[in-house]
C-alpha cells in the first residue's frame, strides 16, 4: 500500500524559511511525478508545484512563485518543498501527492500532511 508521510513543518516567523520532507514507503518516487498541494481552514485545496520524474518543474500557484521550490533525490526516495520569504497567508496543512507520471493538479495518492504556521 502506498504511504507518503511529509515532515518538516512548525512553526515559523513572517519572511522565516522551512524545507518540508516527502518520503515514501513502499513506492518508487522517481517513477513518477510528485507534487506539492496544501489546504487553509475555510479554503480550497491548493496545487502548489510538481516535479516531474525526470526534473521538471511545473508552478501551479503565483502566490508562491518566486519564494517555493520543489526538488527531489531520487537516490533517497525524497522530494521536498523549499519555502522561503514565509507570510502569514501561507499558514496551511502542506501534503504531498501523486496522480501519475505526469504533472497534473491530481492528487490520488497522498500523505496526511504537515502543518506550517506562519506568525506575523
Known amino acids: 500500500q502506498v504511504q507518503f508521510v511529509e515532515s518538516g513543518g512548525g512553526l515559523v516567523q513572517s519572511g522565516g524559511s522551512l524545507r518540508l520532507s516527502c518520503a515514501a514507503s513502499?513506492?518508487?518516487?522517481?517513477?513518477?511525478?510528485i507534487g506539492w498541494f496544501r489546504q487553509a481552514p475555510g479554503k480550497e485545496r491548493e496545487g502548489l508545484l510538481c516535479?516531474?520524474?525526470?526534473?521538471?518543474?511545473?508552478d501551479y500557484a503565483d502566490s508562491v512563485k518566486g519564494r517555493f521550490t520543489i526538488l527531489r533525490d531520487n537516490a533517497k526516495n525524497m522530494v521536498y518543498l523549499q519555502m522561503n520569504s514565509l507570510k502569514p497567508e501561507d499558514t496551511a496543512v502542506y501534503y504531498c501527492?501523486?496522480?501519475?507520471?505526469?504533472?497534473?493538479?491530481?492528487?490520488?495518492?497522498r500523505g496526511q500532511g504537515t502543518q506550517v504556521t506562519v506568525s506575523s
Open positions: 501527492a501523486t496522480g501519475g507520471i505526469l504533472c497534473s493538479l491530481r492528487d490520488d495518492y
Open positions: 516535479i516531474s520524474s525526470s526534473g521538471d518543474i511545473t
Open positions: 513502499a513506492f518508487a518516487l522517481n517513477y513518477y511525478a
